[in-house]
């Protein structure tokens, strides 16, 4: 292998893992299959055929994903140094199948995770429900994070892989650990997960985090529990929630087609991003709005109790006075009166009422004046005061015009029945 063709080609890829799976495919390449240097096959005729071997070689080996990325390191190598590469597209070489290899993620885990974390690696977990490549993670500034105002605060994060912007959100609960985080940092380290050997963590460092999270909170993994799980979680969530792929991939800085990107690059995401931000969450929703509303709600119920006891005290003390009242009226108003009237022939007569009520007292005592004020007196005298109305006024204390008010009470009643 001539080194200098292989670094030459190597250093034009920006990814470093990229060009790490690269020098692994072409060493496969030379030291178990073709066992001649790879720069034999530049602009050689022959190349295309090789390749096709190489690719059933691999077949026989490995899974397709594995076949394809080795594959594609060759032919990539063969495409910078000038070489045609031509292959039947039948062999499929650049079909992608579905990898069961990493741990299906559950938000219940990240939880688990956060239970036993502290700040720096609860911000780590928050990021990694954002959906970010591990690369782009390492490299992210703290500035970015530094935002005011009300949450959710839209950010743009430029993807170094894919060359996109992601259009991404710092959610209530992100915000609440940043405030706590950021006050921590070294200001004059740019990065938002610092080192103090290389100024940030790599991508390595970050791995090795998550998989120390994994093993402190006690979960049995079924795969590899990796860095790239969380854009997959992201990813997998928005579509059980009905996002579009087109507001996940925009979210998450994924690459989408050109064609379609000119459309709807400026498309308004929040509204996805509060859906998705309900359900990825470090910290179930014990709802602290649900424990105040709790607290209020008992609070009220106290209130009410309490208002109760002086309304019901209130109830007590009016009865007692409306006792006392009712007394009092039944020592002005007898519950029995005896009348005397002497008669045309001398005689006296004697009658005996009862009375249940004040009123039935004073209309009795009406009556009983008519009565009085009629007798002896011819049929003229009667008819013309036939109508006429009492008013009782046995302590002398009433004023003429209640007098007159009562009167014109009584009228109005006699009128009515």
């Known amino acids: 292998m001539d080194m200098k063709l292989v670094k030459e080609w ?14 692994s495919g072409i060493k496969k390449f030379e ?13 050689s005729p022959e190349a295309g055929r090789e390749i096709e071997r190489f690719y059933c070689w691999l077949r026989e080996r490995h899974g397709q994903n594995t076949c394809r990325n080795v594959t594609n390191a060759v032919i990539q190598f063969l495409k910078y140094h000038g070489t045609e590469v031509k292959y039947r597209r039948a062999l499929q070489i650049y ?83 940043l405030d706590k985080y950021l006050p921590l940092l070294d200001k004059s380290n740019p990065y938002l997960f610092q080192s103090k050997r290389r100024k940030h963590l790599s ?36 579509a059980e929630l009905g996002i579009s792929s087109w507001s996940a991939k925009l979210m998450c800085g994924k690459a989408i087609p050109a064609s379609d990107d000119t459309y709807i690059h400026d498309a308004e995401l929040k509204g996805d991003f509060l859906k998705i931000s309900e359900v990825l969450r470090l910290f179930a929703k014990t709802i602290p709005q649900a424990e105040d509303k709790l607290k209020n709600l008992e609070n009220a119920l ?8 002086v309304f019901k005290t209130r109830l007590d003390m009016l009865q007692k006075d409306f006792q006392v009242l009712k007394k009092t009226v039944e020592k002005l108003y007898p519950k029995e009166v005896k009348r005397y009237i002497l008669n045309e022939k001398g005689e ?8 249940d009520k004040p009123e039935e007292y004073l209309e009795s005592q009406r009556k009983f004046m008519r009565e009085i004020l009629l007798r002896n007196k011819s049929n003229k005298d009667r008819e013309r ?11 002398e204390t009433k004023k003429k015009e209640e007098i007159e008010s009562e009167l014109l009470k009584l009228r109005k009643k006699k009128n009515i029945e």
């Open 31 to 43: 030291n178990e299959y073709f066992h001649k240097p790879i720069e034999t096959l530049i602009k």
């Open 95 to 177: 079909k992608t199948v579905r990898s069961t290899r990493d741990h299906r993620v559950t938000i219940s885990e990240i939880q688990a995770m956060a239970k036993v974390s502290d700040i720096r690696e609860q911000i780590l977990l928050e990021v990694y429900l954002m959906g970010f490549r591990v690369g782009d993670v390492a490299l992210l500034e703290w500035k970015k994070f530094d935002q005011n105002g009300q949450p959710p605060i839209p950010i743009e994060i430029n993807t170094k892989k894919e060359q996109v912007v992601a259009r991404a959100f710092i959610s209530e609960e992100f915000k609440q650990l």
């Open 385 to 395: 005061l036939k109508n006429t109305e009492f008013v009782w006024d046995e302590t």
């Open 348 to 355: 006296v007569e004697e009658s005996t009422e009862s009375f």
């Open 10 to 23: 190597l250093s034009g890829i920006p990814s470093i893992y990229t060009r790490k799976n690269y020098m």
């Open 203 to 238: 991508s390595k460092q970050i791995n090795n985090i998550l998989k120390n999270l994994v093993e402190r909170a006690g979960i049995t993994n079924h795969g590899l529990f990796r860095w790239h799980t969380g854009r997959k979680l992201f990813l997998r969530t928005c």
């Open 302 to 309: 106290r209130h009410v109790e309490e208002e109760n006891m």
